[in-house]
């Protein structure tokens, strides 16, 4: 993604789970997630059901085979990683096709990938969902500092203007002739980040002018963000307690 | 790169969020201190760039190109914990946003980048700092020093995460050797990097350097 642009996740649609309250679908995804993560690898068919829940929430949103899939190239190194392992564990070994695996790695390999899918998987279908000035809201919602959501904000909102720069500086020193092909030649790019540093941090000055000037006294205006029905809490909420009655059901029958 | 999900057991991944959201409310806290209502365009602004930076790639050598990762880097222009909320802030928008590391893994990476690689790396430039000249130069050196020695650091917390929650059976010392030559060799390119940024912030502004011996704002650190 060197491109002067940024490409959030959303997608624009008008579905139940894109019509859902973000704090309850932030919590939601948080809660799953965890549940994701402390299922015993051995059960397998908790993984099966877990996989059938978000494939089925990803249609529900409509996001797309080609949208979810090219999203998870995003982690295609951890998948690299995660196939060495059972080359590298120790342990009792077992042999397919011809070569020398260690068991336990393979079941190592097995969890890491199952994991990081669906929660790569959850993910994607709450940053989907979500824009960017809800998922904010959301977390406001949910108690995450006021200084924290509104540094979120800005740096979202200035993100484009400050890449925007990093590419036409990049422009202009390729119309010089510039032609890195080596780290030796980082000198020019690290002296436009440093110009950009500055500009960023002007900008932020002048920003914070600006706002002064029309009456902010370091508190950004409280937007009501929507709270949530119950409805909505209970029936979103039902989805990690399913998640989590399966953890505990993996774990007792191990 | 960031952890995702699964490779870390889910009490550890929790535990380290918990101390993650601690340590965030502590950073709060001190930047409140010196940065006042500034700290919020500001610190937007600053995040920005040190995701734009991370967007970026440079060429490292054939085939192979890197960018940025600016833990240091952004410790040594604004200050250790307004760095740690700023990268702190660009792994939760990574995460939720972009879907780029693990919800459940958000925790370690913002323990790992954010602490290690910012406020722990900002601690060692201000040791190599005291052995060299406080001049721009002096600056520049141990700020590539610090970051090149930084990120193997921050790829140390994982190594300290998977011994405590590891769920994969990879002896430790493979894990260590593989970790380790991987991220000395990504330092060396983070520092040369930081060093050549900071270099040309310190040169032209050294008054907006809050690491540099010329800062002009208010220092609320007491590191060293």
């Known amino acids: 993604m060197a491109g002067g642009h940024v490409h959030a996740l959303y997608r624009h649609g008008d579905t139940p789970l894109h019509r859902l309250r973000p704090q309850v679908k932030i ?25 059938a ?26 998948i690299i990683a995660a196939l060495l392992i059972p080359f590298f564990a120790g342990g009792e070994k077992v042999t397919v096709l011809g070569i020398e695996l260690s068991r336990t790695g393979l079941w190592d390999m097995w969890n890491i990938l199952a994991k990081a899918t669906l929660g790569l998987l959850t993910s994607v279908v709450l940053a989907g969902t979500t824009d960017i000035p809800s998922m904010l809201r959301g977390f406001e919602a949910l108690r995450v500092p006021r200084v924290l959501t509104a540094i979120m904000g800005f740096m979202i909102r200035y993100l484009d203007v400050v890449l925007g720069e990093f590419k036409r ?63 909505q809490w209970a029936m979103a909420l039902a989805v990690p307690l399913a998640a989590w009655t399966i953890v505990a059901i993996a774990w007792s029958t191990l | 790169m960031h952890i995702p999900d699964g ?39 600053v995040a920005a760039f ?92 141990a700020a590539g020093i610090a ?5 193997p650091l921050a790829a140390m917390g994982f190594l300290v995460q998977y011994m405590i929650g590891g769920t994969a059976t990879v002896p430790l010392g493979t894990v260590f050797t593989a970790l380790l030559g991987t991220h000395i060799l990504i330092g060396i390119g983070e520092g040369v990097i930081t060093a050549l940024v900071v270099g040309a912030v310190v040169r032209n502004r050294p008054d907006l350097v809050y690491g540099a011996p010329d800062y002009a704002g208010e220092r609320t650190e007491v590191l060293v």
Do not use: C
């Open chain 2, 7 to 45: 490779f870390i057991n889910g009490a550890t991944s929790a535990g380290f969020g918990v101390a993650a959201a601690g340590g965030l409310g502590a950073a709060i806290k001190q930047t409140g201190k010196y940065l006042s209502e500034r700290q919020v365009p500001l610190a937007g602004l």
């Open chain 2, 147 to 151: 970051a090149g020695i930084a990120v």
């Open chain 1, 27 to 51: 919590a939601t995804a948080f809660l799953f997630v965890f549940a994701v993560v402390a299922t015993p690898r051995e059960a397998m068919w908790a993984f099966l059901i877990y996989a």
């Open chain 2, 50 to 141: 040190v995701f734009a930076a991370q967007m970026v790639n440079f060429p490292v050598s054939i085939g192979v190109s890197g960018h940025l990762l600016g833990g240091v880097l952004a410790a040594v222009l604004v200050g250790p914990w307004a760095a740690f909320v700023v990268l702190s802030v660009v792994l939760i928008v990574q995460g939720f946003v972009f879907a780029d590391g693990g919800l459940s893994a958000l925790g370690l990476n913002i323990i790992n980048m954010g602490l290690i690689g910012a406020v722990g790396g900002y601690w060692i430039y201000r040791v190599l700092l005291r052995f060299l000249p406080k001049d721009a130069r002096g600056v520049t050196l």
């Open chain 1, 169 to 231: 500086m990049r422009v202009a020193m390729h119309s010089r002739g510039h032609n890195p092909r080596w780290l030796g030649h980082a000198k020019p790019y690290a002296t436009s980040a440093g110009l950009i540093f500055i500009r960023s941090y002007e900008r932020g000055e002048r920003v914070y002018l600006a706002m002064a000037s029309r009456g902010y006294d370091g508190h950004m205006p409280h937007q009501n963000g929507d709270s949530a029905p119950v409805s």
């Open chain 1, 53 to 78: 829940i978000m494939l089925a929430a990803a249609s529900v949103a409509r996001l797309g085979v080609g949208f979810v899939a090219t999203r998870m190239l995003i982690y295609v190194p951890f």
